[in-house]
Structures are given as structure tokens and as C-alpha cells.
């Protein structure tokens, strides 16, 4: 059961990005007028980009999690390493889709590298 749940958390993913990038996203930047920050609205449609994809990117942490309880029972530790990854992961979209002007990604290392060393 738990490998099913990881597997549908996993594809729920995928078809958020997929179907959210094909039909929501894209046409929502089509618009004229989206708000102008920092100049343009390259910010504007980065952090909605980043922001709709780090969802997926939640889902498949949870569905890690879940994929390595199906196996054995998960240590504290574990869980938070996964944790840190995605929080590692989260950090590197604002410094993609944004170009590091959207300054999450200060948070999201901060919150990973803190994760991970602080796991027993």
C-alpha cells in the first residue's frame, strides 16, 4: 500500500509540472499584465514558475519518505536527510528561474545544510 501511495505521489507530480507548465503557466504569461518587479516581469514568471514546480518537488519528498517506510521503519534521521535534500533542491529553483534575485533560496540552503547536520 505504501508503495502504491509513494508511486501515485510521485506521478501526481509529474502531471502537476506537465499539465500546470502546458496549460496554466504558459498561458497565464501570455498575458499583458502581469505585474512588472524589478523592471520586467522576468521575476514575476520565474517565482510563479519556481513556486508551481517546488510542489512537485514537496510531493516527491513526501513520496520518498513514504517509498523507505514501505521498506523498514524510517529513522529520524532519514527523514530529515530527505527533508534537507529538498530543501537543497528548493533552494536551486529561485537560483534558476530567478537568477537568484528571488532571495528563498538563502532560506532553503540554510534550512538544508541545518537539516542535515543537525540529524542524529
Known sequence: MLTIAALLLFFTGVAHSYLGER???????KRDNLPALFGGTDFTT??????WHLLTLV???????VLLASAK?????TVLQVFSIVALVS????????RGRH???????AVAA???LGSP
Do not use: N
Open 91 to 98: 533552494g536551486l529553483f529561485p537560483l534558476y528561474f530567478t
Open 73 to 77: 521503519p524510517v529513522e529520524t534521521r
Open 103 to 109: 532571495l528563498s533560496w538563502i532560506v532553503f540552503f
Open 46 to 51: 520565474g517565482t510563479l514558475r519556481f513556486v
Open 23 to 29: 496549460y496554466i503557466l504558459i498561458r497565464l504569461f
Open 114 to 116: 541545518l537539516l542535515w
Open 59 to 65: 510531493w516527491w519528498g513526501i513520496a520518498a519518505t
